[in-house]
């Protein structure tokens, strides 16, 4: 069972940074493509960005495209979600997700993009933007 714990959250003013880290427990983290997603109250699990095993490659939602990055440290068994520009819509509960399949590459097309595509998460880190 892999155990995935997120940090980093908090209460940024709009315009702020954050960057958020995950770490994975266990020894298949380079195997795993690895996802970000926000849930706001009353509304679904959104897709925000994914990165592939090696972390040469990545996709983002469009409404994250140029402000996030998303980037894995596989020796650290760390992924992150540097998010820059932060607006209020982007207060929300985000998570990390591990998706185990074994693709037959490291650059999909389509991107594991619905939270139905993952095996495991974290419980979430809080980002709450101030206008």
């Known amino acids: 069972q892999v155990q995935l714990v997120e940090s980093g959250g908090g209460l940024v003013q709009a315009g702020g940074s954050l960057r958020l880290s995950c770490v994975a427990s266990g020894n298949s983290f380079s195997n795993f493509y690895m996802g970000w997603f926000r849930q706001a109250p009353g509304k679904e699990r959104e897709f925000i960005a994914v990165i592939n095993w090696s972390g040469g490659s990545a996709h983002y939602a469009d409404s994250v495209e140029g402000r996030f990055t998303i980037a894995r440290d596989n020796a650290k068994n760390t992924v992150y979600l540097q998010m820059n520009s932060l607006r209020p819509e982007d207060t929300a509960l985000y998570f990390c997700?591990?998706?185990?399949?074994?693709?037959?590459?490291?650059?999909?097309?389509?991107?594991?993009?619905?939270?139905?595509?993952?095996?495991?998460w974290g419980q979430g880190t809080q980002v709450t933007v101030s206008s």
């Open positions: 997700a591990a998706d185990a399949t074994p693709y037959s590459s490291d650059y999909l097309i389509p991107w594991p993009r619905d939270p139905d595509d993952y095996d495991y």
